[in-house]
DNA sequence: TGCAACTCCGTACGGCGTACGTAGATTGGG
DNA sequence: CCCAATCTACGTACGCCGTACGGAGTTGCA
């Protein structure tokens, strides 16, 4: 259960399985199948939203879906295989309102804000990789759109595909924060402030501020200024500015007179 | 197994866990312990870095320790227990080198690089949070210390939290990606190359150069540069500079007369 | 000396993913 | 039209996991 996401046995497996829709379908010789695969994806969505993705058992999913837990395996050929699809599904329906963004800024504000609502809308996202996702069509139309945000600003392509996953694993990365915060507030019952007042006494002796001046004084600070230890939103609003005016700086430097950036046209991968 | 990290039950006792080398021996009454805390967590650390976290089985460690599984419950809570006390105890032992630096860029740049250094030597701890790290000894010692990196440079306390924050979240994030990276590819029993090789026909089908032009023309300059389809150091070094730059600019804004940024004193949490 | 407190650990429970084999439904080919 | 091939559905079982529980042995203190 530790690790999610496949790859594993036949590779092309997972790929004839995700691009499902486009692949011509094959002779069927025995009886029709009950469900589709969407249908059981779409269960295990619904579910790994109501109940996070550990609840998204194969024995659990086929409870919900009115089926014996190995009937399954006629849909999907293991369960990292099975997220790897919801994965790309989530993928395929963000919506992509026009880059209507004036400015490249803002532009790249707007998919760090639609990636950042995804993972609020499916906080179990937060639980799996996403940073190397399975090409699916899900994920090559999501590239494609977001690829758009920075597309005729002075990049060349190598930089182009390095500044949107710099961009997108920064709020990845966030979200995950995020989520391990919430997480571990639920599993201690207790509230910040509660879990304060229970282990105060220990810390305060052992915090010592003439040892640790400096964490005493940043932490106290950002302590007070959070109303916690840690401020997820705080967070995610600090780190974006700093990208966006870290990427701002590349744009914006002396540039060559510019012969259109593309590169050699070899396929994607080797 | 999926979820690591501990705080469940009593909380104090995983702070007691990790303070434990500070704390008054308390009175033992039965017979000796054979083994330390300390020296399971070491072979904890031992087996993880050898096989990976999902390895380290109470079961596999016990057998490693010589003691029947159940008796490592006589040394810590449960799993995600040992698991915070083995990332406190990475933490205390990370070597701090003066600060030598400079400038604060050079400083920043070097706390980075340690900790990449650490995922590097134990990509175990990819899988774990580190994020929101208990508060352990190791975890205060590294706190203070990295802070040291932006001490003294015009950012107010919570401006360096955030800084810091953000620095060790992107590090982490591309320690992670590379680890999934390398764990795809174990799995899949493939080099890049032949994965490609294996899956080309049924993508270069699917990957239609009209509709998807700037992935195509992005996705190719990318694999070709990188010799696959995702380079973990290129995007670390690319991230890393963006984010000193954008950091810079927080620096480098125009500063009032600067009383010392010192803020409220509240102690931390709440 | 007695007993409370502690260590160690054997057994067992309830969970998981899924390998394997079978029974029954369906359908294309002769 | 029939039947062999092929597919779905699924019952059972295996080998893992973390850990609850209770008993047996050991120690230090009253």
Known sequence: MASHRSSMGDPTRTLELLWRDSLPVKAQRGPKQALTVTAVVAAAVALADAEGLDAVT??????????APM???TYVPGRAELIDVMLDTLYAGMARRKPKGRDWRSRLEAVAHDNRALFHEHPWLAEVSTTRPPLGPGQLAKYEYELQALEGEGLDDVEQDAALMFVLGFVESSARAAADQRAARLESQMSDGAW??????LLTRMFDPERYPIASRVGSAAGAAHGAAYNPDHAYAF?????????????????????????TARKRGG
Chains 1, 2 share one sequence.
């Open 239 to 263: 780190g974006l500015e700093r990208i966006l005016d870290g990427l701002s700086v590349l744009m914006e430097r002396p540039r060559t007179p510019r012969a259109p950036a593309r590169k």
């Open 58 to 67: 194969m024995r659990a999913l086929a409870g919900k879906l009115g089926i």
């Open 71 to 73: 009937a399954l395996y």
């Open 196 to 201: 304060w007042e229970a282990n105060a006494p």
